[in-house]
Structure formats: structure tokens, C-alpha cells
């Protein structure tokens, strides 16, 4: 099976915010892989599903599992709960100007997040650790899979480049969740990768993040797609942004994927 991510030449995707925090290190690999075409199903389909094992009861939830919106950005496949004190950001590639990713900082640390289709079987998370973990140990990198407080997550050390050119260390973390027809991952980085005091605040977010599957037929691994918020196909709100006490939404950098 090919792998989840394919390998791409990037500008680090997790930089912060101008003058927010030091630079982070890319994923080893973005974007959707080209996997063959299976199960497709709508919405209401997806929400039917029962037997999703890979989520916590306290979420992330699907479209069904929610009565509204409520104070969540709608960035199209990811509605973003609103919380004083982070920002939120859209990694875009620049040649096919695709986001590719959203990224949320708070303080030194960022969580960033991508949804994908996935089969009515679920279980793509049991599959990814074993691919995420072989795929950096193969580029040389150390990765392992460990019980953290959304079931098995993979912690990894990556090369990074630290002030004045000099090679450093990065830790990451990879979380993920199998839901009807999707699969969520979200990897954190900075402070928030080790520390759970750290990671509290991304990790509240993580939980109330409500991915929107979409009606249209996918093929499983395939990228949900990801909208500036008030830019997506079917949005009406103006005033997203606007909250006392929600986050701030920044324009990310722009990154060139070599296909």
C-alpha cells in the first residue's frame, strides 16, 4: 500500500506566526497519496457507520454527532473550536494553491491538522503509525509508537535547523482518529510534543474538532478539502472572525510541493 503522505520538498509547514515562536521542522512527507478508488458514501451514510474504534468518546466528532456549529471556525473538511489565546493558520501549496493543512499555535507549539477520506472499515490509523514510523526510520529519523492521551500516538526525533544554520533536534507527535469515512491526523510540535501541561490547550482543541466528510465520492486517503474561513463552497458567514475571545486567523506560508 502506498504511503498516506507523499514525499515532498517543503518550506518548514509549522513556522509560526511572525515573531510568535522559533520554526518547525515539516512533515516528513504532505498531501494526499494516490490510492486506489473504494468505498464512497454521503454524509448521511457516514454517519450511520457504528464500530469507529479510533476516537475517544469526548471526540473529535463527525458532522452527525453535533446539533450546530456553535463557536467553531468553518474551514470547509474541519470545523475549529474558537479558544482565547491561539492562532490559526492555512499551509497553501503554492503551485496548485491547494491548503493543505490547518495549523494552530499557542504560545511555542503547534498542532496542525489534516482530514482525509477513509473506507466504511475504518482502522487507516493502525495502518498510518506502522507507515509514519517506517518511513522516517528509513530516512533516518527516530519513531516509535506510544500510549498518549488519545490511544497509540507516534513520538518522533527529526533533524531541524536551529539558530545560525546549526542541526538540531525536533520532537514530534502524531495523533490520529478513525471516524466514519474520514481519518483525522494531527501532528504536534514544540513544547506540546513532551510536555502534557504544554499540550493541554492544543489538546482541548484536538477534542472538539468536528470534521465535515462532504458528499462527494472520494477515494480513501484522498485530502479533504480546506477553505480560508467564509471562503468555502457552501458559506455564508461574515462575521467568523470576529468573536471576542476566538482565535486569530492568519494567512500561512505558502508551500511548494514537488509532485
Not at 28 to 43: F, K, L, S, T, Y
Request: aromatic residues 4%; proline residues 8%.
Amino acid at each position: 500500500m502506498s504511503p498516506l503522505f507523499k514525499r515532498s520538498k517543503a518550506k518548514p509547514a509549522d513556522q509560526l506566526a511572525a515573531g510568535q515562536g522559533p520554526k518547525q521542522p515539516a512533515d516528513p512527507a504532505d498531501g494526499p497519496a494516490n490510492e486506489p478508488a473504494g468505498d464512497q458514501a454521503d454524509n448521511a451514510a457516514a454517519g450511520a457507520d457504528a464500530g469507529h474504534t479510533g476516537r475517544p468518546a469526548n471526540g473529535p466528532y463527525d458532522l452527525s454527532e453535533v446539533a450546530d456549529r456553535g463557536k467553531r471556525l468553518d474551514l470547509g473538511s474541519i470545523w475549529l473550536p474558537a479558544k482565547r489565546g491561539v492562532t490559526v493558520r492555512l499551509d497553501v501549496d503554492k503551485a496548485t494553491r491547494q491548503a493543505l493543512a490547518v495549523a494552530v499555535s499557542h504560545d511555542a507549539s503547534t498542532l496542525r491538522l489534516q482530514a482525509f477520506a477513509a473506507p466504511k472499515s475504518g482502522g487507516l490509523w493502525d495502518q498510518v503509525r506502522q507507515e509514519l514510523i517506517t518511513q522516517m526510520q528509513q530516512a533516518g529519523s527516530q519513531a516509535q509508537e506510544v500510549d498518549g492521551p488519545s490511544g497509540k500516538e507516534v513520538m518522533a526525533t527529526v533533524p531541524a535547523g536551529g539558530a545560525g544554520g546549526k542541526k538540531t533536534k525536533q520532537k514530534l507527535r502524531f495523533v490520529g482518529f478513525d471516524g466514519p469515512r474520514w481519518f483525522l491526523r494531527g501532528r504536534l510540535s514544540g513544547p506540546a510534543a513532551t510536555d502534557d501541561a504544554a499540550a493541554r490547550l492544543l489538546r482541548e482543541v484536538l477534542a472538539q474538532v468536528v470534521v465535515v466528510r462532504g458528499t462527494d465520492a472520494r477515494p480513501p486517503r484522498d485530502l479533504l478539502p480546506l477553505y480560508k474561513p467564509g471562503q468555502g463552497p457552501a458559506s455564508a458567514d461574515k462575521e467568523e472572525q470576529g468573536e471576542v475571545g476566538g482565535p486569530v486567523f492568519r494567512r500561512g506560508p505558502e508551500i511548494t510541493e514537488v509532485r
